[in-house]
């Protein structure tokens, strides 16, 4: 009868006394055994005993139980740290969400480092099943004393792990009751080994730092399986009061007696002999907190978005992803410091802020992106990333707009009358271009207008190409800006047309590869947190023309002599001893200014103008503006290297024309004109 009422009284009551009862088979009460194959109604008088000397009533349980989280969560990973590193493996940043943490498996973390930790946590751990009757026993006499506002917990290495995973830190007695039915549960779920590795990478160590590993990267600077048995003994104590004990609360006393505990703790159970103690107590460790900075913020933050956007990666500050990246520190510091002080000598021109990118143009990797002249200057709104940014490209457009010239049959020696012309389209003012100088130079050579950067002869260029052809031979170069192809006209030869310098630097590789395009590409490869390989780049080359063309345009922009009559001879936009084919390219209202070079195997881009549209001085010219930039920047990277000119493609030879050499292709030499040369001049152009 009495039985039956108490089921009666509810199967959670039941099942809950199961639990508890089975949990705790096999440990040892003084000379009591509890043994298997006890009927239910031990089980229900256990557990309604339990239940009444802590003064809660059948009821609650009933409340607890149905409350209780899924035991199965415990599968789950924790929220883990997601880690930018550089090429060569320098960290760049970590992305996470409050808790800072990286997954490391058992077998990394050292045998002393979990002694220790088992000797000032849990030294019945291995003979308990989750709940530790001592520490029972000692935590109801300490609540008994001192009330609710100090409940204390005895808890086990299982306990701590369930409250870090499925609790919350209220100190309750119904808290503390879920905890030891959750930890029962967990000890049936898994084994000693699997709560360990799970502890190790839970429980807290100071701060946002979570999980052993990251708390040995943060307080020694290596990863947990480097760590010596003095350092174990100082991580084993952080975890009962990590608020206290950690380095970062500024007080290494405290933790430094904590460790002094730890190393007793490790005598008492014999798993530290007096010698070693001795070293660890009277030798304070060197503790260093790492500091939480960002390498590369404009990359950084570029990643990220790449990686949600074109990899879709979600979550990325909870998924413990290691990511490595394109990016080359060294070159990034070095670009980084060229822009802000060349940024600083051409304030005079109302300059405010510069941008530099720099990609391998064989495979599309980013080495440097340099978003602004200082990513925390509030004052330019430093954090604007200029690389990702829409801005006018001015002239340096123009090598798109020639390509098609190329490909529909002109050479670089057809002749282009450089003269002024008006254009008259019905429902618009009348639109005449006007090169830099302000003086047209006449008939030149197609070589003449690109190298030079003839606006004049541009225009007339793309009357001929179409508006059409030349937004379809973008977009077939990785453009992607210029969607709504109605709002431009004849001025799109000039660079009116908005881009990003992410995909201009990607459309010059068709030039720089000679014919086939490569997407710009900042991440290589990227691990989960159990080091499983889940992504790896792949280039894709994309052919988009013949190589005679891409080639030939090579060849304009490589030629000194050739941009002579606006730029004169010997400026920045030469590199002595190198082959390097480069366009600048000034806005008409004076808010961007570019450069753009590339060889074979480097391509350097650069800006300089205000985020704000802000004009520059009408002084500030290719020259004068992003080309110093430029200049520095591929200067540097070519330095000490073999200059590597573009081997000449099929369907390209050289011929002796008007007093000269030149390339041509499929013959057309023979339809040659003969222009007269511009006279050189030292005045800065486009």
Not at 318 to 336: C, E, K, N, P, Y
Request: charged share 25%; glycine share 8%; with cysteine.
């Amino acid at each position: 009868m009495i039985k039956k009422t108490l089921i009666a009284l509810g199967r959670p009551i039941y099942r809950t006394g199961k639990l508890v009862i089975e949990g705790i088979n096999k440990i040892h009460f003084g000379k009591i055994k509890i043994k298997p194959g006890s009927n239910k109604l031990l089980y229900i008088s256990l557990t309604l005993l339990m239940l009444s000397a802590s003064g809660v009533g059948w009821w609650f349980i009933r409340e607890i139980v149905t409350d209780l989280p899924n035991v199965n969560e415990i599968y789950n990973p924790p929220k883990m740290s997601t880690k930018i590193y550089d090429r060569s493996g320098n960290l760049l940043y970590k992305f996470y969400k409050d808790e800072d943490r990286s997954w490391v498996s058992l077998e990394k973390i050292p045998d002393y480092l979990i002694k220790a930790t088992l000797a000032i946590e849990d030294k019945e751990f291995y003979q308990h099943r989750g709940l530790s009757v001592k520490g029972i026993l000692k935590a109801s006499w300490h609540n008994l004393n001192n009330g609710a506002d100090s409940l204390r917990g005895g808890s086990t290495i299982t306990q701590q792990l369930v409250k870090n995973v499925f609790l919350s830190g209220e100190k309750t007695w119904k808290r503390k009751i879920k905890e030891a039915i959750l930890s029962l549960m967990v000890e049936k779920k898994l084994n000693k080994e699997e709560i360990l590795e799970r502890y190790f990478n839970q429980v807290a160590y100071g701060g946002e730092t979570y999980g052993v590993n990251e708390a040995a990267i943060k307080y020694f600077g290596k990863e947990v399986d480097k760590i010596n048995l003095a350092e174990a003994t100082f991580l084993a104590g952080l975890p009962a009061a990590p608020s206290s004990y950690s380095p970062s609360s500024n007080n290494l006393e405290l933790a430094y007696g904590r460790q002094k505990q730890v190393v007793e703790q490790m005598l008492l159970s014999g798993t530290i002999d007096e010698k070693s103690a001795e070293e660890i107590t009277n030798n304070k460790m060197e503790v260093v907190v790492e500091s939480k900075e960002i390498k590369a913020p404009h990359f950084v933050f570029y990643v990220r978005d790449y990686l949600r956007e074109k990899l879709g990666f979600d979550n990325i500050e909870r998924r413990g992803l290691r990511v490595v990246t394109s990016l080359d520190l060294t070159v990034q510091d070095m670009a980084q410091n060229i822009v802000s002080d060349e940024i600083n000598k051409v304030k005079r021109l109302r300059i405010g802020n510069g941008a530099a990118l720099v990609i391998d143009p064989k495979n599309g990797d980013i080495l440097a992106m340099v978003g602004s002249k200082d990513y925390w200057a509030v004052d330019i709104e430093g954090k604007y990333n200029v690389t990702t940014a829409l801005r006018q490209p001015g002239s340096s457009i123009k090598p798109i707009n020639y390509l098609l010239a190329l490909q529909n049959g002109k050479s670089l020696t057809t002749i282009i009358d450089d003269s002024p012309v008006t254009y008259y389209v019905r429902g618009q003012p009348p639109y005449t271009p006007q090169d830099y100088t302000g003086k047209s130079l006449g008939k030149v050579t197609l070589k003449t207008a690109l190298a030079s950067s003839l606006n004049i002869a541009s225009v007339k260029t793309l009357s001929e190409n179409g508006v059409e052809n030349m937004i379809n031979m973008a977009e077939s170069m990785g453009i992607t800006t210029w969607k709504d192809r109605s709002r431009f006209g004849l001025s799109l030869a000039l660079g009116s047309g908005e881009v990003k310098m992410t995909e201009l630097v990607g459309a010059y590789t068709t030039f720089s590869q000679l014919g086939d395009r490569v997407e710009v590409n900042p991440v290589l490869e990227v691990d989960n947190y159990l080091g499983e390989r889940v992504y790896s780049k792949k280039t894709e080359k994309i052919t988009v023309t013949e190589p005679k063309y891409a080639y030939l345009i090579n060849q304009a922009l490589s030629d000194d002599s050739a941009r002579a009559p606006i730029f004169g001879t010997g400026s920045k936009l030469k590199i002595s001893g190198k082959t390097v084919a480069v366009k600048t390219g000034t806005t008409n209202s004076l808010k961007d200014n570019w450069c753009i070079g590339w060889t074979p195997e480097i391509m350097v881009s650069a800006w300089v103008g205000n985020n704000d549209g802000t004009p520059m001085s009408w002084v500030a010219s290719g020259i004068s503006g992003a080309t110093p930039i430029w200049n520095r920047i591929i200067t540097s990277l070519l330095k000490d290297k073999k200059d590597v000119p573009w081997p000449m493609p099929t369907g390209v030879y050289q011929a002796n024309v008007c007093g000269g050499s030149e390339y041509f292709t499929d013959g057309r030499e023979k339809d040659i004109i003969c222009a007269p040369t511009p006279t050189p001049t030292p005045t800065p152009g486009p």
